[in-house]
């Protein structure tokens, strides 16, 4: 029998998780080793010292001479400490979405990167408003005072906090002036940016709600079950404004008082201010948050404390799914039904299932959220998998928002070429005369400002890229994906029609429109561009917030989980457009965007009015969105899931190759269906075929699908293509990856 080896990586702690070393597997031992399993083993010369690593790779063949290669001495059994648990979870994601064991260990994991372990200072202004001044007039009055200490207080002045590598470098403070200072008793100079909590600056009034019997209902039942140990997935759905938050957190308080830790997984967009004051008036300081802004040192800090205990609950996207809590009682994921829970990078892994796995692995029952659940998790729910929990009103029997729509078709052929059809022109006209607000909003999805033709449908598209090229402001037509440019056609290249353009002009075209209607009318704008700042996104939500504008222009930025009681109208300027994506999703997206935008208007006193500009206004998916019917969407949606065999009736595994020379992408491709076929066990095969996106930046993309019923049919494919493309040398320029049930064409 031939010898079977494992790598084993010894200090997880470290930025190179590649460090492996290898052991054989004795025989007595095969079948209690796996991926992810704790071992022991002797490191060093001779007998060496007896260590623990995990193993990360098993393979038949020995990376050097197989007779120095000492076996593995045992299997760790009990091992329980919160790393074994999260590389049992970086197996677990291996396995289920491909790619690497150290790909999927870095995104587990913490990692401590060298550069970051020199701590951040900062310079902070110790003086009030008056006393600087005082200070700053004496100083300059001095002949020959410092210019470095006049530059650091004026500086200080302006922005009270300052980081030391920007007064040092930027300012060119010597480090003596900032010394000085400090020994004034003017500043102080932290050395690790202490975490500053959204609690220093609450303002606003915040009134603990008794819950009604609606979320009661709920809630009971989730701490009946838990209080008899059923530790299962539960998805609440509860329809906009139904108070899903006010029942987080009373099942949050319950679990923290078992003493156990929590996870609240939020779209990164939906981590505003606003939810965070929630939470920190409710738990104070226990709770943390994250955010993609967090770099890879910071990032590692907050999970350091999680590990401490010093903090309760962790609060943010995806990622925060990882926090290293020993003893994790509860995950509640909000908004589950949302694209960015899928990850994009390879582990393509999607945080609803990883979530439901990291709960099931630490016995802890996982909360998923919405008024739009994912037909993947209602169908689960509806099988018995998950629990069904359901809020069917909103708070204080505020009324769903009543909502029209109107067939953009009909707008043109009776004259009407604006962007706001005439419904919404008037319905804009009243609600801004009785002073109250109005959001419009834009899909982006297929509405990046791309130029297309009303006459014929015309697309114009990058030479590069296999992309629509967008407008921009300078009358230049660019491609996202490799700047290209070209100049703005007056007339379709395919029809010679004028009407090109116009309408698919994006947010800033919009406001141009509002604007030019209805004069003198306060705008804002959110937008990729207008959101690019640090705080931006919550400073434009803040200023709309406070009634500093009547009108907010947005993408779906705006649609998340905002809640705005002035705002009594909501726009939905072209709903459709996230229907003709060539993605099954389709319907089901414009569902949600839909029902999540109209969840925006009414949420205060006055009741609130949708209007639903179309050219589909016959689509199930938007008249169900209308009547915030989803119940009516679901039948329609999984008849047609499961007619055509999508997902959730049916996996999809997604191989992707690329290279460089179309024909050798074109015949790696080939050579991996031929393997499928040879398969033989009834997949069902769609391709290979041009990605939909065929190339970017002259790299062409072809994909296969392959469809089944089981799941782990397809994680064999994609198995045995990993260890066809080790063996294998042929069209090496060719590159393969895979993405299981895929949020997004490719
Ligand atoms: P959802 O997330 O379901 O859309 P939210 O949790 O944002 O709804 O709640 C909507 C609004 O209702 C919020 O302003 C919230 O403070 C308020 N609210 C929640 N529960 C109650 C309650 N029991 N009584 C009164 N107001 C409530
Ligand atoms: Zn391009
Ligand atoms: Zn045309």
Redesign the pocket.
Known sequence: MSKIYADIIIDISHEKLDKTFQYEIPSELAGEVFIGSRVEVSFGKGEGRRITGYVVNITEEPNWDPTKIKPISKVVKDANAIEDQLIALAAWMKGHYGGTMNQALKTVLPIKKKENVLKKKEITLLLDEKQAKDIFTDLIARKNHSVAKERLLSALMEDKELPWEAVTKKLNVPTSVIRDFEKAGYVRVTEKRAFRKPTDKLEGDWVQ????PM?QRVVDTFINDYNQGIRKPYLLY?V???????VYLEMIDHVLKEKKQVIVLIPEISLTYQTLVRFYRRFGDVVSIMNSRLSPGERFDQFERAKKGDIQIMIGPRSALFTPFPNLGLIVMDEEHDDSYKSEQIPRYHARETAVQRAAMAKAPIVLGS?TPSVESFTRAKSGEYTLLTMENR??KRPLPSCEIVDLRKELMDGNRSILSRSLQQAMEAALKRKEQVMLFINRRGLMGFVSCRACGHVIKCPHCDVSLSMHKNGKLTCHYCGYETVYPKICPDCGSKYIGGFRAGTEKIEEVVQERFPGVRTLRMDADTTKGKNSHQEILNAFSNREADVLIGTQMIVK?H?FPGVTLMGILAADMSLNVSDYRGAERTFQMITQAA?RAG?GEIPGQVIIQTYQPQHYSITTAANQDYDSFYKMESAYRTLMSYPPYCHMLSIQITGEVEGEADAKAKMLTDFIKKQDRGFLIFGPQDAGIAKIKDIYRKVIYVRDTDYNRLIKIKDGIEKLLLESNEYRNAHVSFDFNPMNGF
């Open positions: 709600h008794t819950l009604n979320q509860g906009t404004g139904s108070g899903k938050t006010e008024a708070v204080e989980g809640d969840g949420r």
